[in-house]
């Protein structure tokens, strides 16, 4: 009931006070949930910054497939490779549908690494490049390109030597390619 100026009272009807009620509980809920909203909101964006600038890793895919990595020692002796150069044999596999070239390789275990083209077993001229195609294998033998250490270190069979490769697309790709004994694979 509400007071008139002229002293007569009037009753509310209930829907308005019904109303009135729903109307303050919302306003309450939508206070309640404020605070939640907002500190999601804020780890979100937080979040997205975080990756953007790289702190959340990447979201490549592996584009190239390194397998059967192996460096064969020339000699039973460590120290009879020393200062020369060793083949580095591998099997590249290009998983996307993109073709992509192997640009250049380095290892912190050579002074170089050249990238070079035999033909027959017999140690080739370098080239710029390696043609993967895409979805194909392309294995570096004695029978054709492969990549050759130059003034590698001493090579003891079972060490890891790294291999920094370079891909036109894929970017760089890290592996550890085995030292294995004369004579084997």
Do not use: K
């Not at 500190?39 to 190239?64: E, K």
């Not at 020692?73 to 992509?100: I, K, Q, W």
């Not at 790294?162 to 697309?169: D, E, N, Y």
């Amino acid at each position: 009931m509400t007071a008139t100026a002229d002293g007569t009272s009037t009753a509310r009807p209930s829907g308005a006070a019904n109303r009135g009620a729903a109307h303050g509980m919302a306003r309450e809920l939508v206070r309640a949930g404020a605070a939640p909203l907002i500190c999601s909101l804020i780890l979100v964006v937080g979040l997205a910054v975080w990756v953007i600038i790289g702190g959340g890793g990447s979201l490549t895919r592996i584009r190239i497939l390194i397998t059967q990595a192996a460096v064969p020692m020339l000699s039973f002796t460590d120290h009879a490779t020393a200062g020369r150069t060793a083949p580095v044999y591998l099997t590249l596999r290009n998983l996307s549908g993109n073709g992509d070239v192997l640009v250049s390789a380095s290892s912190p275990d050579a002074a170089r690494v050249e990238l070079t083209s035999g033909r027959g077993g017999v140690s080739g001229r370098s080239v710029a490049g390696l043609p993967i195609p895409a979805g194909a294998t392309v294995s570096l033998s004695p029978f054709g390109a492969d990549l050759v250490l130059v003034g590698p270190g001493p090579l003891v069979a079972g060490q890891q030597v790294q291999l920094v490769l370079r891909f036109r697309h894929a970017g760089v790709v890290t592996v550890e390619a085995t030292v294995t004994p004369p004579g084997t694979p």
